[in-house]
């Protein structure tokens, strides 16, 4: 089922300013880019476009990778076209540099390995920067693949989505154990689960964690009460909180975020001009406000950044 957000209707903003004390520090992380690198935009737009790969200049398209159905970052409109955050940002920097964007629909945990194959030139699809997505490393450390660079242009946390009147307090990540959750596969939500998973034992409570292809499967075990919590971003936890056909029937759980981490666009390794042309052109996008107005569209204003930045996940 495609769900939508009507942005005449937007729901209410989100208490960013509400995070754990742990994770106070990641919005300037972002602007100062600690552990990555804020971008010159000191090039012309007609030095971008002349710097932009050949390949693609000669398509006059960028190809992208997206999972188009969480929304309201990626999802399918009306008309089946892509639509929501990403799609239009996506677009903004597209244009900057004279390219038409062309969204090619994959499940979530093939966008990385598309993008290393270079089935598609980029994946943008709430696709959150790690250290260990740069390195292309297994979860003891060890490489596993070449890893991959990230433009990061937008600020997220992992909520908590419950079954409306939900009495059970969700407060801290030792509070799930002992329960069940369910996540979609792949996605660092799935990777934050199974740590957890690994140190609730020490409590004496196990936690059980569910794994589908969709969120809205994910949902649905909330629904039902087979799981406790969906465990999402915040603008997808938001947005199944609010809209017509979810409101009154989900919950956030509390306005505390799990953990915390950029949004990033995915490029290839082997490709550090792409990468760089994409942060430039992006840094404009931001610079000239289009970028704003996107965000306040979809009512994530709170995730702005001030500057693109390159590879500053932690």
Request: glycine share 10%; proline share 6%; net charge negative.
């Amino acid at each position: 089922m495609h769900r939508t957000l009507n942005p005449a209707h937007p729901a209410p903003a989100p208490a960013f300013g509400l995070r754990a004390p742990a994770l106070l520090g990641v919005g300037a992380l972002l602007l100062t880019g600690c552990g990555g690198a804020a971008t010159d935009t000191s090039d012309s737009q007609a030095d971008l476009r002349a710097r932009v790969p050949g390949a693609i200049r000669a398509a006059g398209a960028l190809k992208i990778g997206s999972y188009l159905h969480y929304p309201p970052v990626d999802f399918r409109d009306s008309d089946a076209k892509p639509a929501g955050l990403d799609p239009e940002i996506a677009a903004a920097v597209g244009d900057y540099l004279g390219l038409r964007v062309q969204f090619t629909d994959l499940p979530f945990d093939q966008l990385i390995p598309a993008v290393r194959a270079k089935r598609v030139d980029l994946a943008m699809s709430a696709v959150i920067d790690t250290k260990q997505r740069q390195l292309g490393a297994a979860d003891d450390g060890h490489q596993v693949d070449p890893g991959v660079d990230f433009v990061d242009y937008f600020t997220t946390g992992t909520s908590m989505v419950v079954k409306a009147g939900n009495q059970v307090p969700l407060t801290t990540v030792e509070s799930l154990c002992g329960r069940t959750v369910a996540v979609q596969r792949g996605t660092l939500q799935d990777e934050f689960a199974t740590r957890q998973q690994g140190a609730c034992p020490r409590t004496g409570k196990e936690l059980q964690v569910h794994r589908f292809d969709t969120d809205d499967q994910a949902l649905a075990e909330v629904a039902d009460g087979t799981a406790i919590a969906d465990l999402n971003d915040y603008p997808v936890a938001q947005c199944d909180t609010t809209t017509p056909e979810r409101a009154g029937r989900f919950q956030l759980a509390n306005t505390r975020f799990l953990q915390s981490g950029p949004y990033g666009i995915t490029v290839a390794k082997d490709a550090p001009e792409l990468r760089d042309v994409i942060s430039k052109a992006l840094d404009q996008v931001i610079r000239g406000g289009t970028y704003d107005k996107i965000l306040a569209k979809w009512n994530v204003g709170p995730g702005a950044v001030s500057s693109a930045v390159v590879n500053g996940g932690l």
